[in-house]
């Protein structure tokens, strides 16, 4: 039976090859968005996604699934050997949960690693996709890594609560702003994060590079892009965006000051107008 969060539905989905934590809102509406979580230590798409799923869930049908190697879906017994066999099981769960409760045709909102699948499925199975939100973006040629980044990789050296929750400082702007948003959810990210099967996949999936899109490929993208950015990300620099921004046909780009990876949670109000002025062809 489902848990009732709110209006967030969450199950265990079992489709042929995965089962998908899948978390769920706003099913009585018409048009669906697929929320694509980011990586990083304990990561969750609940974690990612709340605010998103329980006020843009009022307006759209929201789904946000743990991804294949992440919180409480399904793992691989076994590391993966490169990024392109984690991307091509990433692909594979997301068609079968389309596929597995019928929607032919959704809109996807990407944050960081879920950006580089958005677009890897908008090279696969352009026909199941209309607009796409890309927050935060990174795996472009000019993408910065920063000493951030490289300290969050490193997490599993010698994990702590501690160490999480600096890490988590680092993702924003105003970390003294964010300090509340921050604790609230540091001892479910902990708890996931010191899991064996997510310390495997999460350790499996940092060792693999990520390859960017050819440009060839992305000048062929005809869907609608909206690329959102924090001007002060330390994570996945802004350039990211900017690159993309030259190189997708319809693409336009806001960029938020004094804030940094976490748009959906810094300028939460402001993302969640800007997403749903965007899915209603409104800007």
Not at 106 to 134: T, W
Request: contains cysteine.
């Amino acid at each position: 039976m489902a848990l009732l969060t709110n209006a967030v539905t969450q199950e265990i989905v079992q489709t042929e090859n995965f089962a998908t934590y899948l978390n769920r809102s706003g099913e009585q509406n018409e048009q669906t968005i697929l929320f694509l979580h980011g990586s990083g230590p304990g990561v969750t798409a609940f974690a990612n996604w709340r605010p998103a799923l329980e006020e843009v869930g009022e307006q759209f049908q929201c789904l946000a699934p743990d991804l294949y190697g992440f919180g409480k879906s399904s793992h691989p017994d076994e590391p993966l050997k490169n990024r392109q066999e984690w991307m091509d099981q990433w692909i594979s769960q997301t068609i079968e949960l389309l596929d597995h409760l019928k929607l032919e045709k959704v809109h996807v909102v990407g944050n960081s690693l879920g950006c580089s699948i958005a677009l890897e499925l908008l090279l696969e199975y352009p026909e199941r996709f209309d607009q796409i939100v890309l927050m935060g973006p990174g795996g472009t040629p000019n993408t910065k890594l920063s000493f951030e980044l490289a300290r969050a990789k490193g997490f599993y050296d010698n994990p702590s609560k501690k160490k999480l929750k600096q890490i988590m400082g680092w993702f924003v702007y105003d970390e003294k702003a964010m300090q509340p948003v921050i604790d609230s959810i540091l001892d479910v990210r902990y708890q996931t994060a010191m899991q064996p099967e997510v310390h495997r996949s999460n350790d499996s999936i940092f060792s693999t590079a990520a390859v960017p899109v050819p440009v060839v490929a992305l000048n062929r993208i005809e869907n609608e892009v909206l690329l959102v950015h924090g001007l002060n990300d330390k994570v996945c620099s802004v350039e990211s965006s900017y690159y993309l921004a030259q190189h997708l046909k319809k693409a336009q780009l806001h960029v938020f000051g004094q804030c940094g990876h976490w748009a959906q949670l810094e300028k939460k109000d402001s993302f969640h107008e800007l997403i749903q002025a965007f899915f209603n062809k409104k800007i």
